[in-house]
């Protein structure tokens, strides 16, 4: 599993609703719009996806589009709970990113890993995360069932460097980096692949941006990690939650997925002005990637 993820960009993808509807016919168009994508998988389910509110039968059109979509490559599920990890396995995911927990993270951690590959996942608080220590942390990433840990940090930087330099002491894992708002800076701390929200949309450009880096073009490197960091200055902002909706609009103009198909149940209400700011980012970074 490591080996399949290393290098690559897995978008943690979000559903389109309309309204209160998840719309099944959009779903699938972006799926099949993702699977002409340079990518090495998906994330459902997660935080983006808005896992942990969807229903049962929502979770699994969710994980059936996207496993019919992308037979060949990595699908991870996000599990907050047993029943959520069980249906990942029987549907078919690759990995399950496992949810932080506060009442005994390693016993969770373990648990999972019985079923599937296991992502640890350190996200910040204001997402329902949970500030795993330096030891917690440690006894996680030496289960042999986790393939490693994504870090979501939204803009600690010190918390990264922490993480980073931890897992100098466990080599064989992988640090998955989950940092919308410094991508490039992760990469350069040791991140060795990326499952980010931001995947949603401009995916080619955050995979070059992790090939540029891999090879050593420093060059291209530094001017991809500005586009794409303007992306995130137009996605990644106050009211933060809205991040999942602003998603939705850059997929949508992309084209992956309808206009009207860019609800977030779940989210903040945003003015319009802000689908403006959105849908010119991506068109500024498609002018400027050429």
Known sequence: MAGRLAGGLIPAVPAPF???TLVADALRGYCRWMARQDVAGVAVWAH???GVHLSGDQRRLV???WRQALPERVLVAGAGSLDMARAARDG?????LAFPRVADPVAWHRELSGMLPVIAFHLYEAAGGVPYDDTTLHAILRLPGVV???????????????IATLMHAHPEKLLITGEDRFLGYSLMMGARCALVGMGA???D????LLRAHAAGDLARFVRLSGLVDRFAQATFVPPMEGYVRRLLWAAAAEGAIPKDACDDPWGPPLAATE?????RAVHDARAAGR
Do not use: H, P
């Open 48 to 50: 983006t996806g808005r």
């Open 18 to 20: 309309r309204g209160t």
């Open 275 to 279: 689908r403006e700011t959105v849908i």
């Open 201 to 203: 949309a401009l995916c």
């Open 148 to 162: 490693g840990i994504k870090v979501a940090t939204l803009d600690s930087v010190m918390t990264f460097q922490r």
């Open 205 to 208: 450009v955050q995979a070059d």
């Open 92 to 96: 078919g995911a690759d990995a399950i």
């Open 63 to 65: 994980l059936e589009s």
